[in-house]
């Protein structure tokens, strides 16, 4: 058996070939919400958007939240999911006061950061193999409103990048860059840095409607030329360097959440994500390596995703956030060519000292993961006897039980 979310993780992880899915999705209902402190009882299938709409007009929102918020409680916490405030607030299970887990021989475990520490650990970051996660008790933030007040601004380099970062951390909540993945020669490692906070604003910044990618086109329509035509359009455009931005939170946080099934635009081959963290220390050298080789191979897509990963520890045993920057970005499927550029960097990776996220991959090998996540044999213990993953059977070998 395994848990199944909301299924927006990108790989292997929330899948089960021949196995059971357990769709808790169904687990949607809200128990108790203080107004006052902020804490919310809600049963793990609720998703951060379902929470939004009913916390916001009251002043509260998610402590921490990825690039979409159609995910789920469950899904938050089994990937320790991060989003724009890492270095901030740490990921999500810095902000979980409690949850129940349901095993497979119907034991209920109540954990927390004082009861029962050790599977506390496990669950966040545990890809959904500790059991199922029933209820949720977690700590929201306080915000001053829908809106978010900040500035966006050209880089050149990742050098650049790392010193407006610097520069950025202490006085801004969120901070996130866009990396043109296509430039080479001294164009190499340009973006645009994007910054804000949460702010009190009367403007009326019209909502941005949703559309949908109407069909899967023959052939993924990122490609060599269409990439290098992008992103030469949006580095350049009069909106990469604005001072005094006003976003509503939807766009700022959750820009492809408007577009519904923008996956199609790779083509029936798909797309692969690849996202590494990496140390501080060798970061500008490996990041500048990795984009060397994918502005030569002519793949990579529009969507990439550089930041940086604060100091503050994360309480899963196996969560992927550690200290340093990561860099996320998609790949058309285009079979083994891409297969050995991902494997590519995964060396880079690997020579640095980083790791890979679990929640993005589809591919990365079982050695990979076992540097990576040096802690997964200890891990296994908590792994329950009934539950596995594609995932977990592709990166320890295990063999699946008939
Ligand atoms: C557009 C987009 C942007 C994203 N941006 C980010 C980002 O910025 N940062 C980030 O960290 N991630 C990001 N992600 C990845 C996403 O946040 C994670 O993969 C998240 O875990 C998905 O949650 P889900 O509810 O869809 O769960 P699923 O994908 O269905 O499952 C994820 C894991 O959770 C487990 N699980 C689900 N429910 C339960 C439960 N009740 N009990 C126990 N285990 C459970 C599953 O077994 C699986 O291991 C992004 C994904 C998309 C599509």
């Given at each position: 058996m395994l848990p199944y979310g909301n299924g927006r993780s990108y790989g292997d992880s929330c899948q089960n070939d021949d196995g059971t899915l357990l769709?808790?999705?169904?687990?949607d209902r809200f128990i108790a919400f203080d107004p006052m402190t902020g804490v919310l009882d809600c049963e793990a299938g609720v998703s951060l958007s379902e929470i939004i709409d009913l916390v916001l007009r009251s002043g509260w929102f998610p402590p921490v939240t990825p690039g979409t918020r159609f995910i789920t409680v469950g899904g938050a916490i089994a990937n320790d999911v991060h989003g724009k405030n890492h270095h901030r607030a740490a990921s999500f299970g810095n902000h979980v006061l409690e949850f129940e887990l349901l095993r497979s021989d119907g034991q209920v475990l109540r954990c927390s950061p004082t009861q029962n520490r050790d599977w506390f650990a496990a669950t966040i970051g545990g890809l959904g193999l500790t059991g199922l996660i029933r209820r949720v008790r977690l700590q929201l933030k306080r915000v001053s409103g829908r809106w978010i007040c900040g500035d966006s601004q050209r880089f050149q380099s990742i050098s650049e990048f790392f010193a407006i970062s610097a520069a950025s951390d202490p006085d801004h909540e969120y901070t996130v860059a866009w990396i043109d993945c296509s430039a080479s020669g001294s164009k190499l490692g340009r973006g645009i840095f994007i910054r804000g906070n949460h702010a009190v604003a009367t403007a009326t910044v019209a909502e941005r409607a949703r559309f949908r990618v109407p069909i899967t086109p023959p052939v993924s329509l990122v490609n060599r030329a269409s990439l290098s035509l992008f992103n030469s359009f949006y580095f350049n455009r009069p909106a990469a360097q604005i001072e005094n931005g006003l976003w509503h939170y939807q766009p700022f946080f959750y820009p492809l959440d408007a577009v519904l099934e923008w996956n199609r635009m790779y083509g029936p081959r798909g797309f692969f994500q690849y996202q590494c963290a990496v140390p501080m220390q060798g970061a500008a050298e490996a990041l500048e390596e990795m984009l060397r080789r994918i502005g030569k191979s002519g793949q990579g897509s529009f969507l990439v995703v550089l930041k940086t990963f604060g100091d503050l520890p994360a309480l899963g045993m196996m969560s992927f956030p550690r200290p340093g920057v990561t860099l996320a970005l998609d790949f058309p499927n285009r079979g083994e060519t891409t297969l050995a550029l991902l494997e590519s960097l995964d060396d880079i990776t690997r020579s640095v000292g980083g790791s890979v996220y679990p929640a993005k991959d589809a591919r990365m090998s079982a050695a990979a993961f076992q540097q990576y996540f040096p802690m997964w044999r200890a891990f296994a213990a908590y792994v329950d006897p009934r539950f596995s993953s594609s995932f977990w059977r592709r990166v320890t070998q295990e063999q699946p039980s008939r």
């Open positions: 769709l808790a999705r169904g687990l």
